[in-house]
């Protein structure tokens, strides 16, 4: 069984910083595809930024230059550093990642992280 566990997650003033980070664990023979994805309240849930095993990246066009997506592959590990914060990041943060495991590649989420920007 795979988990990803999500951390990092609290109240800041606008402008602040904040990094989240998510951790996998389990029975995992390799990680492809690492992102972050948010969940505004009464909105649907958006890419923020993802990552390749390779460490190529991509952002949402609302966050580039602010966030910054990064990778342990030894530990399996995801960061998001998040600078210049607004209140419309204001949302539920949540870790995916593609992963196989024996016998199966498949899409796992983190359980989300509550991040508020507001003064």
């Known amino acids: 069984q795979v988990q990803l566990v999500e951390s990092g997650g609290d109240l800041v003033q606008p402008g602040g910083s904040l990094r989240l980070s998510c951790a996998a664990s389990?029975?995992?023979?390799?990680?492809?595809?690492m992102g972050w994805y948010r969940q505004a309240p009464g909105k649907g849930r958006e890419l923020v930024a993802a990552i390749t095993s390779g460490g190529s990246t991509n952002y949402a066009d609302s966050v580039k230059g602010r966030f910054t997506i990064s990778r342990d592959n030894a530990k399996n590990t995801v960061a998001l550093q998040m600078n210049s914060l607004k209140p419309e990041d204001t949302a539920v943060y949540y870790c995916?990642?593609?992963?196989?495991?024996?016998?199966?590649?498949?899409?796992?989420w983190g359980q989300g992280t509550q991040v508020t920007v507001s003064s």
């Open positions: 995916n990642a593609d992963i196989l495991v024996p016998g199966l590649l498949d899409v796992y």
């Open positions: 389990g029975s995992i023979l390799r990680i492809n595809r």
